[in-house]
Nanobody, 129 residues
Framework: QVRLVESGGGLVQAGGSLRLSCAVSGRTLSRYAMGWFRQAPGKEREFVAAISWSGINTAYADSVKGRFTISRDIAKNTVYLQMNSLKPEDTAAYYC??????????????????????WGQGTQVTVSS
């Protein structure tokens, strides 16, 4: 059974930083690309970042490029999202997800949530102005 558990969310002032973690069980990160998404109230879930199954390549939404960094620790089977220079518009529930296809980096080019099959429960990030 695949399970994803996010942590690290919270309340932070604009300009601050947070580091989100996503601990994965039941699926080996060295075989699957991973992604982070976010969803604000009344809005659709949107792509934030993804990391390839090899860990070599990454992709980011234009809105977070240069501020957010996705990484992973294979030994811990955990994916991270380092968020710097946070803005009030970054306020949302953040979700991690595993790509449907093993050994595929399709999700780096196709950022649709439909390309992911397992999701965490989400962690709330609130940025005050």
């Amino acid at each position: 059974q695949v399970r994803l558990v996010e942590s690290g969310g919270g309340l932070v002032q604009a300009g601050g930083s947070l580091r989100l973690s996503c601990a994965v069980s039941g699926r080996t990160l060295s075989r699957y690309a991973m992604g982070w998404f976010r969803q604000a109230p009344g809005k659709e879930r949107e792509f934030v970042a993804a990391i390839s199954w090899s860990g070599i390549n990454t992709a980011y939404a234009d809105s977070v490029k240069g501020r957010f960094t996705i990484s992973r620790d294979i030994a811990k089977n955990t994916v991270y999202l380092q968020m710097n220079s946070l803005k009030p518009e970054d306020t949302a529930a953040y979700y991690c997800a595993t790509a449907k296809r093993a050994y595929s980096d399709y999700v780096l080019a196709n950022t649709s949530p439909g390309e992911y099959d397992y999701w965490g429960q989400g962690t709330q990030v609130t940025v005050s102005s």
